[in-house]
């Protein structure tokens, strides 16, 4: 333990662990990872569309570990489509700890978010190439995803985890004699990029574009270049959805409901796709291996924004949706309404309503569906947004007409009785200025 990490970090038992206090140490199985202090803390965001906020150490590099596994499977897909891919390579959660030897019932690794299923990634990618090509080529992948922002690599790491491997090793061997390899594959040099794939750096906010890009379907938002092919963004976002999170996945789905890789350097890639990527680093893990402040954000994200995958976008009144309609989606809705009610059309506007549409919308002359409705003489549509939806009866256009006054003048009497009965049955006594003209007309009409 190092210093003391229990600082700062708010309790996340509530939802987890049975109860049992979440364990939080840096990782120590290399020094390279042990000399991290507990207090390092950062988060940055990279929306679809280039926009970046960053708070805490965002500047300071760390490894992927293993963040960089569903990265590379995407090079992988990317390069050889599906098919080829989980020809290797299950797509199941294994419900085991990420290291271990084990496969499936047809002898292929669980998932590419598992070491056996990495390790038979690393090698499909450029394959016949030499591990100098195959590293450039990822390397290059990674930049691009991070629109060129840091992407480094620790030496030290990389020997120290080949160094200290022995289970890798031991899982290479596994998979060999289970030939998961395709043929002609040099296991050993194998495990050597994947140990170099583990040491590739970041900081959180070039990692941050990084996850954007999955965000963006593959088109980096920062330079709008499209990096990955549309299949394998959703293919790696499912898988992170399922087996994301070791062995807290399946809670990490359920509670977040948002695809995301952990690594034990302490880092998250988090993704709300077709909305933004974002990256949280604190080197203090749980006994799952998952950063405990990240955690706790991730937690904290979706209880206040309607991220999670199944939260309604439309009925969940209680948390923010900072997807907010943009004025092209305002525009639409206006005229959407505005037609219907034109033509008479109440089951669109029925299906508007349902699906918490504003029904008393104005156009850039202030007019309303009512407005419309009224001055068309669809009496079904007027009774329809007075009785179902309860708009506002006397809303006033920028000339100061009220929908009464629009059926008065186009001659729609049943209109104005609908109106008319509506007035008299529900609204308080209301002020001569709001319908004063249309009362005055209304009983020379009757
Ligand atoms: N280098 C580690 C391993 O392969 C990755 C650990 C991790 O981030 O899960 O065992």
Not at 304 to 319: G, I, T, V, W
Not at 416 to 427: A, E, F, M, R, T
Request: charged letters at 20%; proline letters at 5%; one cysteine or more.
């Amino acid at each position: 333990m190092h210093g003391n990490p229990q600082r700062n970090l708010k309790d996340h038992t509530r939802w987890c662990y049975t109860g049992q206090a979440p364990i939080q140490e840096v990782a120590d199985y290399i020094p390279q990872l042990a000399k991290f202090s507990p207090d390092l803390w950062a988060v940055s965001l990279c929306t679809v569309d280039g926009q970046r906020h960053t708070v805490g150490d965002s500047k300071v590099p760390f490894c992927l570990q293993s963040c960089v596994k569903p990265l590379k499977y995407a090079v992988a897909v990317h390069d050889h489509g599906t098919e080829y891919v989980h020809s290797f390579i299950g797509k199941e959660p294994s419900g085991l700890r990420f290291n271990k030897l084990f496969l499936d019932e047809d002898d292929k690794p669980h998932n590419p978010m598992v070491n056996a299923g990495a390790i038979v990634c690393t090698s499909l990618i450029k394959q016949g190439e030499g591990n100098a090509e195959k590293f450039d080529y990822i390397m290059n992948f990674l930049k691009n995803m991070a629109g060129n922002e840091y992407v480094g690599f620790s030496n030290a790491t990389f020997q120290s985890e080949r160094e200290s491997g022995d289970r890798n090793f031991a899982i290479g061997y596994y998979l060999k004699e289970k030939k998961c390899f395709p043929e002609g594959t040099d296991m050993t040099s194998v495990l050597d990029l994947y140990f170099q794939l583990c040491s590739i750096e970041v900081t959180c906010e070039s990692a941050s574009v990084m996850a954007a890009t999955l965000a963006n379907g593959g088109i980096c938002p920062i330079t709008g270049e499209r990096v990955l092919s549309p299949e394998a963004v959703r293919n790696t976002l499912s898988l992170m959805h399922s087996c994301g999170m070791y062995d807290f996945s399946g809670q990490f789905a359920f509670h977040v409901g948002l695809p995301a890789k952990s690594g034990v350097a302490g880092g998250i890639l988090l993704v709300v796709p077709n909305v933004m990527g974002i990256v949280c680093w604190s080197p203090p893990l749980d006994k799952l291996g998952n950063s405990v402040r990240g955690i706790q954000f991730c937690t904290d994200l979706v209880e206040h924004f309607n991220f999670h995958n199944y939260d309604n976008l439309r009925h969940f009144a209680k948390k923010h949706d900072p997807r907010r309609e943009g004025g092209d989606q305002r525009v639409k809705s206006v005229i959407n309404l505005l037609f219907a009610a034109y033509t008479g059309d109440v089951s669109a506007l029925r299906r508007f309503a349902l699906s918490s549409m504003d029904m008393e919308q104005k156009d850039y002359d202030s007019r309303t569906a009512l407005h419309v409705a009224a001055a068309e003489g669809h009496s079904e549509v007027v009774r329809f947004l007075l009785e179902a939806c309860r708009v506002n009866p006397v809303p006033r256009d920028r000339w100061g007409n009220t929908p009464m006054d629009e059926a008065l003048h186009f001659g729609h009497h049943d209109v104005v009785v609908i109106l008319q009965q509506y007035n008299d049955k529900y609204s308080p006594p209301v002020d001569a200025g709001d319908t004063g003209r249309a009362e005055k007309s209304l009983d020379s009409l009757l």
